[in-house]
């Protein structure tokens, strides 16, 4: 059976909490530079993800302070994570390596 791909948010959130734990906003800037731009978490997608991610033991609550008031949250990835992680990217470049092998026999790929 082969393995489903990983949503692209949550593929986007382990990806900048793998560098380290980060609180809410910095998810969401780390997740629009490691896609370009091209996706802009959320406030409601981030938390019901994260939320979805702490309860499947991919991430947990690295810490809390208070910021001008504001409680700031932290979140660390997880061992489980990280192995997610991992296969995530073995899936993805899998793919990758055989789309760059397919076009360079087609011609287009140099």
Known sequence: MSERAMQEPTFLILTALAAGPQHGYGIITDAAEISQGRVRLRTGTLYAA???????????????????????????????????LAAEVRRMRHGAET????LGTAGGLA
Do not use: F
């Open 50 to 84: 994260l939320d979805r991610l702490r309860g499947a033991g991919m991430i947990e609550v690295d810490r809390e302070e208070v910021v001008d008031t504001r409680m700031r949250r932290y979140y660390r990835i997880t061992a489980a994570g990280a192995d997610a």
């Open 99 to 102: 789309a760059a092998r397919r």
